[in-house]
Nanobody, 122 residues
Framework: QAQLVESGGGLVQAGGSLRLSCEVS????????MGWYRQAPGNRRERVAF???????NYADSVKGRFTMFRDSAKNTAHLQMNSLKTEDTAVYYC????????????????WGQGTQVTVSS
């Protein structure tokens, strides 16, 4: 069974940067992609980005040009580099395993990390 552990969250001022990491362990044969999601208080969980095994990435419009997702296959880790952070980026960020089926089609499976809090102050 796959397990995910996020790290790297924290408090940062608007305009600053953070890098989140998601370490994957266990069996991942059923998955061919990973995603980052976030959930702010009172809001639904939304997908921020995903990456497939080939390195293809897809981003939500709200983070395009500011966030970059990449993988370190040797370390079974995925990262989310977040630059030019805004107060509206404040949320708990979760990584996820899923399946990519072409284009922007990402299906999340019920495999989540515990989340890491990102707080952006004005």
């Amino acid at each position: 069974q796959a397990q995910l552990v996020e790290s790297g969250g924290g408090l940062v001022q608007a305009g600053g940067s953070l890098r989140l990491s998601c370490e994957v362990s266990g069996s991942t044969v059923s998955f061919n992609a990973m995603g980052w999601y976030r959930q702010a208080p009172g809001n639904r969980r939304e997908r921020v980005a995903f990456i497939n095994l080939g390195g293809l990435t897809n981003y939500a419009d709200s983070v395009k040009g500011r966030f970059t997702m990449f993988r370190d296959s040797a370390k079974n880790t995925a990262h989310l580099q977040m630059n030019s952070l805004k107060t509206e980026d404040t949320a708990v960020y979760y990584c996820n395993l899923g399946r990519w089926s072409g284009g922007a089609k990402y299906q999340s499976y019920d495999v989540w990390g515990q989340g890491t809090q990102v707080t952006v102050s004005s």
